[in-house]
């Protein structure tokens, strides 16, 4: 891709951005009519109709209901799919709103609508707009908050949500090579003032780019941090793979625990703690936090508090002698951790009793 992160997108990078999803039955583009968008969809269709045959094109258009310009917006966005010769929904969120987390709340609603739209038409993939802007800033949310290498790895090229692949073919260009895009081709979009509301953490973020730039924290070395940190991810993924391949009781992967009141066993996994102390400390974390998030009915578990649960796991072991054997039960997420012995029993935890005034 050439340095100019200012000159339009030629049809033969087009192609070369797209060219993983020619195959697919069909695709949604998720188009709200900012300027990455509707570079999307614009450059997706001049793709497809440079293809002999590829997949059908759905532009879909979320609107929050957060801002009264969405609906004019929307009707924006499917005139201009019309002069493109694509089919345009509009897809609305609708209900009451929280009254905190309005940004996180808006993109789970925004991805389940995608979703739903990609069902319903026959779609295998979502194609968003994010850019390498984007991911930079993605970067440093992450940061900041604490997470971890999988959560610094930022957003993936492509990954499977609802049943549906979601792509990002954009994620190495920049948002002002969109907009030059855009400007060549004489096309209007749409200008969304809360994304400078510094009221949102993303904005805030976005606005000290430039301090972070002039020190070489620029949104092309960030992104580049973030596709090391998914190369590493990747690795230490195919690490914690085979430890838990190997970790496994062959003949008893899962065990029947004691049979619930509907009859039947629980499944539970099973690791052999002495063993699974000598590992890595990140491949023991990444297994606890798979066995806790397959087992668990409360939700994803964070990263912290499984942390914790290996620093009292650890210090059970350490602190048990030949006479006096480790024994632990603690609750996560959901899941029953049980430490008996020398085994590591992760399985679900019992519903909890409500309480009667």
Do not use: C
């Not at 063993?275 to 409360?298: K, N, Q, S, T, Y």
């Not at 006479?323 to 399985?347: E, M, Y």
């Amino acid at each position: 891709m050439p340095d100019d992160d200012n000159s339009p997108i030629s049809a033969q990078l087009a192609n070369s951005l797209f060219a993983d999803w020619k195959r697919a039955s069909a695709i949604v583009l998720s188009v709200s009519g900012g300027p990455d968008s509707v570079a999307l969809m614009w450059l997706a269709a001049r793709w497809r109709r440079a293809l002999a045959r590829g997949p059908r094109l759905l532009a879909v258009t979320v609107d929050h209901g957060l801002r009264t310009e969405a609906a004019r917006e929307a009707r924006e966005v499917k005139r201009l799919a019309r002069t493109l010769d694509l089919p345009h929904r509009t897809m609305r969120w609708t209900g009451a709103k929280p009254k905190s987390g309005i940004p996180a709340a808006a993109r789970a609603e925004r991805y389940r609508l995608l979703a739903k739209a990609a069902h319903e038409s026959g779609a295998t993939h979502i194609l968003t707009a994010h850019t390498r802007d984007d991911q930079a800033e993605t970067l440093l949310m992450r940061l900041l908050r604490g997470s971890g290498i999988a959560g610094l790895a930022a957003m993936a090229r492509e990954s499977e949500r609802d049943g549906v692949h979601l792509a990002r073919p954009f994620l190495n260009v920049s948002k002002s090579r969109l907009i030059a895009t855009l400007k060549k081709a004489k096309i209007a979009f749409a200008d969304d003032p809360t994304n400078r509301d510094v009221n949102f953490t993303r904005p805030r973020i976005r606005a000290v780019m430039p301090l972070l730039a002039a020190e070489g924290g620029d949104a092309r070395n960030l992104a580049r941090l973030a596709s090391r940190f998914s190369r590493a991810n990747a690795a230490i993924e195919i690490l914690a793979d085979g430890a838990e391949r190997y970790l496994a009781l062959r003949d008893r992967q899962t065990v029947s625990r004691a049979a619930s009141p509907a009859g039947g066993g629980v499944d539970a996994s099973i690791l052999d703690a002495r063993v699974f102390a000598a590992m890595p400390e990140e491949i023991r974390l990444r297994l606890l936090l798979r066995a806790i998030d397959r087992f668990g009915h409360e939700g994803p578990a964070e990263l912290g508090k499984v942390e914790a649960l290996l620093s009292v796991l650890d210090r059970a072991m350490s602190e048990a002698d030949h006479k006096r054997r480790p024994r632990l039960k603690q609750t996560l997420a959901g899941a029953l951790v049980s430490l008996i012995d020398d085994r590591i029993s992760i399985a679900p935890a019992p519903a909890r009793r409500r309480r009667v005034d």
